[in-house]
């Protein structure tokens, strides 16, 4: 079981950068594929970014160059740097889990098995 909390989010003027961390309990945590998806207000939850427990890396097409996914497996902790941030950027962005990595660009919310309960990224313009 993999426990999930989400942090960083906030109010942003547009062009700026936000990091978001996700800090994941369990031991197993470096066995897990870690996803960041997000949810704009009447919005299916979307994809933004994935990484796998070797480090590699998969972005929804449109955050390609402005968002980077990382993770610290010593710290049980996944990363998400969000540059040049826009006013569509504004949504909840949730940290997920999952054992399987997906190697397309489009994850599924419902293939990830663990989630947190979001944080709140709002770009002004």
């Known amino acids: 079981q993999v426990q999930l909390v989400e942090s960083g989010g906030g109010l942003v003027q547009a062009g700026g950068s936000l990091r978001l961390s996700c800090a994941a309990s369990g031991r197993t945590f470096s066995r897990y594929a870690m996803g960041w998806f997000r949810q704009a207000p009447g919005k299916e939850r979307e994809f933004v970014a994935g990484i796998s427990w070797t480090g590699i890396t998969v972005y929804y097409d449109s955050m390609k160059g402005r968002f980077t996914i990382s993770r610290d497996n010593t710290k049980n902790t996944v990363y998400l740097q969000m540059n040049s941030l826009k006013p569509e950027d504004t949504a909840v962005y949730y940290c997920?889990?999952?054992?399987?990595?997906?190697?397309?660009?489009?994850?599924?919310?419902?293939?990830?098995?663990?989630w947190g309960k979001g944080t709140l990224v709002t770009v002004s313009s």
């Open positions: 997920a889990a999952d054992p399987y990595f997906h190697y397309d660009d489009h994850w599924q919310a419902s293939d990830m098995n663990h």
